[in-house]
């Protein structure tokens, strides 16, 4: 008897738990994270200087400081969502003109 209220509460939390976690971001988190991975690269192969590089680790950084704030009140809406990937696509062309430009380390 106590077995089988384990294995559904043990159930029950497994499905429930997806109903529970924060899906409003993950595209946003994962952008983020692409990001810095361009950034990163841009800088180990050189096509990144230093005051470029700098700048647009400010730019991501601001941006994780809106979506904090936005997330402050426990949820982040539709509009919010939107102005996220508004400031991404923006920081992505900047990453792209900063290394496609011919300032080389």
């Known amino acids: ?4 209220a384990v294995v559904a509460a043990i159930l029950v939390m497994t499905f429930a738990a997806p109903v529970f976690a924060d899906p409003k971001s993950p595209g946003v988190d ?3 994270h692409r990001q810095k991975q361009r950034i990163k690269q841009g ?3 050189g096509e990144l200087t230093k005051e470029e590089t700098r700048s647009l680790k400010a730019e991501q950084r601001a941006i994780r400081a809106e979506e904090r704030q936005m997330k402050s009140d426990g949820s982040l809406t539709r509009e919010e969502r939107k102005e996220l990937h508004r400031d991404l ?3 992505s062309r900047n990453i792209f003109q900063e290394k496609h430009d011919t300032q080389t380390r």
């Open 1 to 4: 008897m106590i077995g089988r």
């Open 30 to 32: 994962r952008r983020e």
């Open 89 to 91: 696509n923006e920081s």
């Open 43 to 45: 800088v180990k192969s």
